[in-house]
């Protein structure tokens, strides 16, 4: 059986076959990111409003960091949170979009993250369009998915399997 890569555009979702992937990716820029799903203390997950629509915390790689310290970045930013701990790797996403005429893929590599505490003073970062930033129960962002990405959704999938085991 053959493998398949999963990208989303959007609301859409294709799968590109393991012998096609390459041909797709040489017609994308290549834009590595990293990002994290934050469980705090009690069990709730840390999510963002940005664009009309719920995500998670992700950004960029800067040059010389590691998606690891790219990770920890982009939630302190984009949330205003100190004192995360990685937990490990959790999914791979793959996301299409058109910037300025060029067709962009972009890799978010999701990691797992801890807060020690419960609740705290979120600070969304207006500059990059977040509205919110807060700490959700599972219940109310599982009900926040159907205003999310579908590569959202993957995460917080991959994430219960995690926690299945």
Known sequence: MANYYRVSSCDSEVQVSESEWAHFCSRHLLIEAAGGLVKNSDGEYLVIFRNGRWDLPKGKREAGESLEQT???????????????????????????????????????????????????????????????????????????????????????????????
């Open 71 to 165: 990770a920890i970045r982009e939630v302190m930013e984009e949330c205003g949170i100190d004192g995360l701990t990685l937990q490990g790797l959790l999914h791979v996403t793959y996301h299409t979009y058109t910037l300025q005429e060029t067709n962009v893929l972009k890799q978010t590599t999701w990691y797992a993250m801890s807060y020690a505490g419960s609740r705290c003073l979120l600070r969304p970062q207006a500059e990059e369009g977040i509205e919110t930033a807060e700490f959700l129960s599972a219940e109310k962002a599982a009900a926040c998915l159907a205003a999310s990405y579908p590569s959202i959704r993957e995460v917080f999938a991959a994430e219960r399997l995690l926690t299945a085991k």
